[in-house]
Structure formats: C-alpha cells, structure tokens
C-alpha cells in the first residue's frame, strides 16, 4: 500500500549535521507509524527513532537521544530524520519504514510493514 524511498544521506565530518528524508507514494500515509532504522557494516540492523501518526509520540534510542529528531509531513507524505552532532559510529545505512496501526510507538523491525532502500551515511572524524 505504501511505498518508501529515502534520501539525503552523503558524506560528512564528525559535528556536522545532515537531514534525511523518506518519501511515501500510498495513499495512507497519515495512518503510519513511522521509524527510522540504521544497519553498520557487520552488525545488526538496530532501532534509531519512531513517531506516532500524529506526531505525538517519538521515541529515539538512547545513542541517539538529544542528538537527532524525527518528524513527519502528513500533508507531504514525508518523513524526516534531522541529525545533529554528528559522530562516527553514526556511519550506517539508514532505513525508513512504516508500521501499520499508527497509534503504536513500534521500535522492533519485525513491525514494520514496508520499508525503503536505503541511503548511506558517511561520518569522517
């Protein structure tokens, strides 16, 4: 139903600040809990942030927290990961997806229903 493409992901120096976007194609875009997952070279995809359907609630790992900050655009049928402060071990692909009861804070992968491509991001120290 609901189809994901990310962007914005590029080359940057540790400190420097990046905003990622996931771009939806469906029509039920606003009934989605969003997240935004990252997977580093030899290790596990791992949960970075979600936000509700109306924005309500967001909740972002603790490696991440009071660094980055999710959002969302119903209206665009967009969502966002603004990073901030960037760090080396922020160097992953990263990976929007979409859960489908828009009420529920999902943080687990295997709840997420669709699921974009993938866009690398580089930190250089």
């Known amino acids: 139903q609901v189809q994901l493409v990310e962007s914005g992901g590029e080359l940057v120096q540790a400190g420097e600040s990046l905003r990622l976007s996931c771009a939806a194609s469906?029509?039920?875009?606003?009934?989605?809990?969003m997240g935004w997952f990252r997977q580093a070279p030899g290790k596990d995809r791992e949960f970075v942030a979600t936000i509700t359907w109306n924005g309500a609630n967001t909740y972002y790992a603790d490696s991440v927290k009071g660094r980055f900050t999710i959002s969302r655009d119903n209206a665009k049928k967009t969502a966002y990961l603004q990073m901030n402060s960037l760090k080396f071990e922020d160097t992953a692909v990263y990976y929007c997806?979409?859960?489908?009861?828009?009420?529920?804070?999902?943080?687990?992968?295997?709840?997420?229903?669709?699921w974009g491509q993938g866009t690398q991001v580089t930190v250089s120290s």
């Open positions: 997806a979409a859960g489908r009861d828009g009420r529920r804070a999902y943080t687990r992968p295997e709840d997420f229903d669709s």
């Open positions: 469906g029509s039920l875009f606003g009934l989605y809990t």
